[in-house]
Nanobody, 124 residues
Framework: QVQLVESGGGLVQAGGSLRLSCAASGRTFSSYGMGWFRQATGKEREFVAAISRSGGSTYYADSVKGRFTISRDNAKNTVYLQMNSLKPEDTAVYYC?????????????????WGKGTLVTVSS
């Protein structure tokens, strides 16, 4: 069992930045590929970014590429999402998720564990 707790969400103006954190507890954090997903009101949950167990490989949705950066610190059991140049369309609840093993996926249905989410609101 892995428990995930997101933090760092809030209200920011367009063009601003936020850094989300996801603290993990439970089994060995470095055994899990990690991902960030988001869900805006009335929309499907969508992939944002993913990172491999070692942190050596990262993947991004086209909509955030060049603006967001995913990273992890296995010593601190934490994964981060640095979000720059935020746009109103980035407004959503952001979720951290974990998948056991070497697989990294954009498919939210394959993730094994989820946090409860943190709300990011970008004003225009």
């Amino acid at each position: 069992q892995v428990q995930l707790v997101e933090s760092g969400g809030g209200l920011v103006q367009a063009g601003g930045s936020l850094r989300l954190s996801c603290a993990a507890s439970g089994r060995t954090f470095s055994s899990y590929g990690m991902g960030w997903f988001r869900q805006a009101t009335g929309k499907e949950r969508e992939f944002v970014a993913a990172i491999s167990r070692s942190g050596g490989s990262t993947y991004y949705a086209d909509s955030v590429k060049g603006r967001f950066t995913i990273s992890r610190d296995n010593a601190k059991n934490t994964v981060y999402l640095q979000m720059n140049s935020l746009k109103p369309e980035d407004t959503a609840v952001y979720y951290c998720a974990a998948i056991l093993g070497a697989t990294i996926t954009r498919d939210h249905s394959r993730m094994d564990y989820w946090g409860k989410g943190t709300l990011v609101t970008v004003s225009s």
